[in-house]
């Protein structure tokens, strides 16, 4: 590589490691705790536990979705249902109730209920820690913008890791992998921890950049499903005005149909008429699959909700799939704690990095561009020490 084109990569890589560096920053902080988001629910009491009984699905011992979905409006009487969510491991079901079926998620109840016995099992709580740091982690509280902005720092990160990894080749031709020059200057030091972290956990933080912006873009993802799949699934239901929630009918009808058509599977949520997940006229009823791969894979079953018959069944689109495996992965939400470790360890090298970065650029002042250059030709070799 030529002296030019090293001066274009490492401008390349400088400006965009800027502009990103403080947000990335906020982003690692705030995503360490939330990696680890099962486990701190446990030890606050905030996460369910029923071991030992019956899943939800449908079996014996299990009360009518019907019956769950009165008690949940019963419990909060003028609001309408918008989604209802079960866990295949426990008979804990949720139940999302609002105002309207399009309001924020800022107006939703979210309560939850033992299927088994039909006593509440309480409220999720939105007003904690955790929903605190998962909504700066997502949106910084600005909504779609937000979430687009720091989609945008995630493409910076990634241009950043690219550009760094095209000038660490040249770098590295006159030393050894894992060179830490700790009795040269500090800048020196820095930079080769700097070089090292950073290349260790290079795979990690490309992966971890790119599903994070493909989580930035999943209001237009959804959106997209909703105007190309979801329109042709309810093609024969355009022009007919909202069905209102008194003609709702039997969520239990319902969901037997959606199991004859999607059977061998389990139901993960019901999204109800009027939502984001489904149509005027639907439940929506998501399937996953049976093994760790496919559980990710939501398969949905349109069901008329007046008449509780099958309109429909079409799986997710590639987009769709993009975005329900990016977001486990994005927590490192797929082997259980040693992947949540590792994660972990890994977040914590990327803040060394970034830190590292952002010492080495507030001291660029002390030499010019082509001091820089040459350092990244000769590995600092050739650099006086500063």
């Known amino acids: 590589m030529n002296t030019r084109s090293i001066r274009a990569w490492y401008l390349v890589h400088k400006w965009t490691s800027l502009v990103c560096t403080l947000f990335l920053l906020m982003l690692c902080v705030t995503g360490l705790p939330l990696i680890f988001h099962d486990e701190i629910d446990a030890l606050t009491g905030e996460q369910v536990k029923m071991a030992g009984l019956p899943s939800s699905g449908e079996g014996p011992g299990l009360l009518p979705l019907d019956t769950m979905l009165a008690k949940a409006l019963t419990a909060r009487p003028g609001e309408v249902p918008v989604f209802m969510a079960f866990d295949n491991e426990s008979p804990v079901l949720t139940v999302t109730t609002a105002p309207r079926p399009d309001s924020p998620a800022s107006d939703m109840t979210i309560q939850l209920f033992n299927r088994a016995t039909g006593t509440p099992a309480g409220k999720v709580d939105e007003q904690g ?3 605190f740091l998962l909504q700066l982690h997502t949106d910084m509280f600005l909504g779609l913008p937000g979430m ?14 690219v550009s760094g990894v095209v000038l660490y080749a040249p770098f590295m031709r006159k030393l050894r992998f894992g060179t830490l020059r700790r009795t040269r200057s500090t800048r020196l030091k820095w930079l080769d921890y700097h070089n090292l972290l950073g290349i260790v956990a290079l795979a990690w933080m490309t992966v971890v950049g790119l599903t994070g912006v493909i989580n930035a873009l999943a209001t237009p993802i959804i959106q997209l499903w909703q105007m190309n799949e979801l329109a042709e699934m309810t093609r024969a239901y355009q022009g007919r005005s909202a069905l209102p929630p008194a003609r709702y009918g039997s969520l239990d009808t319902a969901m037997a149909s959606a199991r004859k058509a999607i059977p061998g599977n389990n139901p993960q949520f019901i ?3 009027g939502g984001a997940f489904s149509s005027k006229h639907h439940y929506a009823v998501f ?4 093994t760790p791969l496919t559980e990710r894979a939501l398969t949905p079953a349109l069901i008329d909700a007046e008449t509780g018959q099958l309109t429909d069944v079409r799986p997710m689109p590639w987009y769709t799939l993009a975005l329900t495996y990016s977001q486990p992965l994005h ?15 890994l977040t914590l090298f990327t803040i060394v990095v970034l830190g590292s970065g952002l010492y080495l650029w507030l001291g660029r002042h002390r030499a010019p561009l082509e001091t820089r250059v040459l350092e990244v030709e000769t590995g600092g070799l050739a650099v006086p020490a500063e």
Do not use: C, R
């Open 129 to 131: 820690v955790m929903p």
């Open 287 to 290: 399937f996953q699959g049976t």
């Open 331 to 345: 927590f490192g939400d797929y082997g259980g704690l040693p992947l949540k470790m590792l994660w972990a360890a």
């Open 271 to 273: 999204a109800f008429p």
């Open 148 to 161: 687009l902005f720091l989609g945008a720092m995630g493409l910076l990160f990634v241009a950043a890791i």
